[in-house]
């Protein structure tokens, strides 16, 4: 079975949560100077952990929930680059 891969990129400056639409593996990579707690995950530029990555998940799951963002607020720069793919069966 073959799919499609359809990608939406988005970059978050400010607290924020993102619905569910459609799509399956997402990954989320804090790039700015303020650490983010991302679905109760904190991440850092500077911690151990920078990232979350969705993006294994078989083709045909659907992520459904939401995805709930957080700046700390003590950096200068708050910024998180989330991908979100979306397979297609061809």
Known sequence: MAYS???????ITSNTI???EDFGGWQAICVGDDP???????LSP????VGLDYTNLHPSA????????RFA???T????I???LKYIQR
């Open 5 to 11: 891969v359809k990608k939406k990129v988005e970059t």
């Open 62 to 69: 659907i992520w459904d929930d939401t995805i709930t963002i």
């Open 46 to 49: 500077s911690g151990n952990v």
């Open 18 to 20: 993102l619905v569910a």
């Open 73 to 75: 607020g003590t950096g």
């Open 36 to 42: 983010v707690t991302v679905n109760g995950i904190e």
């Open 77 to 80: 720069n708050p910024k998180l």
């Open 82 to 84: 989330v991908t979100r």
